[in-house]
């Protein structure tokens, strides 16, 4: 990228009347440099089958293009126009549920052959039309896609053929998963039963990984046919969404972002979060840092929120806090779900940048005040690079494997224990990247967090070792390395393979009921969710429970191993307690450094700028003044020009921050 890109997701399909002037001449004033168009209007391309019609694409198109706007151009595939649902019903997705029916987006069967066929076509004369157009920079690849359940009978049978290749023979099947039990062995190929009335959870979490792999199959396709009209200055992305809980929370369940993202040119992704005094900036932090750590490198935001839900109106200056914190996150661009507030459906209330009268409003002012910084300072804040010294180990598998074996209060999943631990962080003024079970890179790393890994493969827990070994600060979490990756516990000590490591052993747990936490060097409190009874063998004991009966039993350690040290978390303790952990370990990594010296809600994050110059923004999330000492070396606060020396005081309105380049 050349600029920061700032920009809005547009539908002149979707106008209550003609105003596609009007609102690029609006654009142009608040500085909006980027459009995204044509992925949800399959029905408007083609309006019958073979029929195609892409006036209101080429209209936005030539009228961006006058306005010096660019345009990302989406395909349109997510969302199935009924006369192919019609002609085709087979294409609707069967779920566990029983067959689907047409009506919402995203419930197509992604293997359909139908599908395919019509969405190629689609997607090729689309093509076709928009690649004489300049201003097109790039290609969104179909919009969120998961893998929306599917598995009616082609999917089994596609299911099973991915069995037989990865194991063989029945055999092999059965012992790795199990199917003893029950009478559930299988005798032939031919006899694989349908999984979705499984009790053998290692078949089901075998279904769920399967399932993702169709995302990076579905992805790929996509991608090849957009390469072959692909200019060599255009990009490929697509807009990966998370685990969904009213926002964007965690890991998403469906999709296994790291491989799917192998065909794409730039990661990119679509963030939501509270506002007003909901808002905290975590969000933003680990999704960023989520889609950051695709390719380690910089990202697109393509959907975030300008009003959203009924109940996210921003208070005055949330957006700019929102959208220069998505940019020190390492984000190229900050794109809103979308330019103006639709008049009916499913999305009524999900408010634009204009409200529903389309004239400017207090969010449009403010993205005005948005548009011209980041045309100010595209030089000095486009590709900017971080460099953590702190990583996080996430696991789709393990993911699947809780919400299968769900822990027992049955609100508390594998994201809670993600988050957990990175919000811990996150407060402490300690910025993260993630790693995946695919990455080799440990070793760029001085602390590596592990929260929650339930299912792992033998060579996975080995890797984790080494790094220990090799003198990292390992930190993990109760229900890790508990099974192998077919979700069959490992049949010796617990933690499997990282017994020694951890310096301890467990074969009992429960659930904690009236259980503290307590030790002379951690803040007392309540044991929560889950807890190991762990029994240190070599392991130096930071916090006991504190029960009559689990009292002579750990609940946090630390040990020394190789010329590293590993800390074992058994239960979940308070966020004061992890902190405390987390302190420890930092500082003996040499990590805890001047920006621990401010703490939530002042919270600073740092990159490099193509200048090779350290970027430094302090972000007051809060509805309160703040002030804060300037912790760093001198240099120029870029939104307002002035001199700012180590050790001034800055001064912070309520929800205000600001960016310091060091001289």
């Known amino acids: 990228m050349n600029e920061l890109l700032y920009g809005v997701a547009y539908y002149d399909e979707y106008m209550p009347y003609e105003r596609l002037q009007k609102d690029m001449e609006m654009m142009r004033a608040a500085n909006i440099n980027v459009i995204r168009i044509a992925e949800s209007t399959w029905a408007s391309e083609e309006p019958e089958n073979g029929v195609f019609n892409f006036t209101h694409v080429e209209r936005a198109l030539r009228a961006a293009q006058a306005a010096g706007i660019s345009v990302i151009v989406g395909t349109p595939t997510y969302a199935v126009p009924p006369w192919l649902a ?66 009616g009978p082609n999917v089994q ?29 299988i005798d032939c190929w031919e006899n694989v039963p349908d999984v979705t009335g499984t009790i053998n959870w290692s078949f089901a979490a075998e279904f769920s990984k399967f399932q993702r792999t169709l995302v990076d199959e579905y992805l790929a396709w996509q991608a090849a046919i957009v390469r072959e009209y692909e200019r060599a200055d255009q990009f490929i992305t697509q807009n990966f969404d998370y685990e969904w809980r009213g926002y964007s929370y965690g890991v998403q369940p469906d999709v296994n972002h790291k491989t799917a993202a192998r065909c794409l040119t730039v990661a990119g992704c679509d963030i939501y979060h509270p506002t007003q005094d909901k808002l905290t900036g975590k969000e933003i932090a680990v999704c960023g840092a989520l889609c950051r750590s695709l390719k380690n490198d910089n990202y697109l935001v393509l959907e975030s929120q300008a009003q959203g839900h009924v109940n996210w109106t921003p208070y005055e200056g949330q957006m700019r806090l929102h959208a220069f914190s998505h940019v020190a996150s390492g984000a190229n661009s900050v794109m809103y779900w979308h330019w103006h507030s639709i008049h009916n459906s499913f999305e009524t209330y999900w408010k634009g940048l204009l409200s529903h009268d389309l004239q400017p409003n207090a969010p449009y002012r403010e993205a005005c005040t948005i548009g011209a910084d980041f045309k100010r300072l595209s030089g000095k804040l486009v590709n900017l690079k971080k460099k953590n010294r702190v990583a996080m180990l996430v696991s789709n598998e393990a993911l699947t494997s809780l919400n299968l074996f769900r822990l027992p209060d049955g609100k508390t999943f594998y994201n809670d224990v993600v988050r957990w631990l990175f919000d811990a962080l996150y407060e402490m003024n300690v910025e993260c990247d993630m790693l995946f079970p695919e990455d080799e890179n440990f070793g760029d790393y001085d602390v590596l967090l592990v ?25 993990a979490t109760f229900k890790t390395a508990f099974s192998d ?6 049949p010796e000590t617990q933690p499997a393979v990282l017994s020694e490591c951890f310096g301890i052993a467990y074969d009992e747990f429960t659930v904690p009921e009236n259980v503290g936490v307590t030790g002379e060097a951690l803040p007392a409190g309540p044991a929560s969710v889950w807890m190991e009874l762990v029994r240190p063998e070599g392991a130096s004991v930071l916090a006991h429970y504190n029960h009559k009966f689990w009292g002579e ?33 930092l500082k003996r990594a040499g990590v805890w450094g001047v920006e621990q010296q401010a ?30 000492a300037y912790l760093h070396a001198d240099g120029t606060e870029l939104l307002g020009g002035e001199a700012v020396r180590n050790g001034d005081t800055l001064r912070f309105e309520p929800w205000g921050f600001k960016i310091i380049e060091e001289a």
């Not at 359909?112 to 969405?119: G, I, T």
């Not at 299912?455 to 827990?461: E, F, K, S, V």
């Not at 990756?485 to 490992?490: A, F, H």
């Open 157 to 185: 049978k596609r299911f099973v053929a991915y069995l037989r290749e990865k194991f063989g023979t029945v055999e092999a099947l059965n012992a790795a998963f199990g199917f003893n039990y029950w009478s559930n062995r």
């Open 599 to 628: 703490q939530f809600p002042l919270i600073i994050k740092s990159g490099v700028n193509q200048a090779g110059k350290n970027v430094r923004f302090y972000f007051n999330y809060s509805g309160e003044d703040a002030a804060q």
């Open 485 to 490: 990756e077919n979700l069959k516990v490992y």
């Open 451 to 475: 929260p929650a890994l339930y299912t792992a493969p033998r060579a996975l827990l080995e890797r984790i070792k080494a790094f220990a070994t090799a003198g990292g600060e390992l930190v």
């Open 553 to 585: 039993y750990a609940a946090v350690t630390e040990n020394a191993f190789g010329s590293g040290h590993a800390t074992y978390l058994a239960t979940m303790t308070t966020p004061e307690c992890l902190k405390a952990v987390l302190e420890r370990v």
């Open 86 to 151: 019609a002609e085709h019903p087979e294409i609707i997705a069967v779920t566990p549920r029983g067959q689907g029916k047409y009506g919402a987006r995203q419930n197509m069967d992604i293997t359909s052959p139908a599908y395919r066929f019509h969405a190629e076509r689609v997607i090729r004369r689309l093509m076709e039309c928009v690649q004489k157009y300049p201003n097109v920079i790039g290609f969104q690849l179909d919009n969120e896609t998961k893998h929306y359940n599917t598995c």
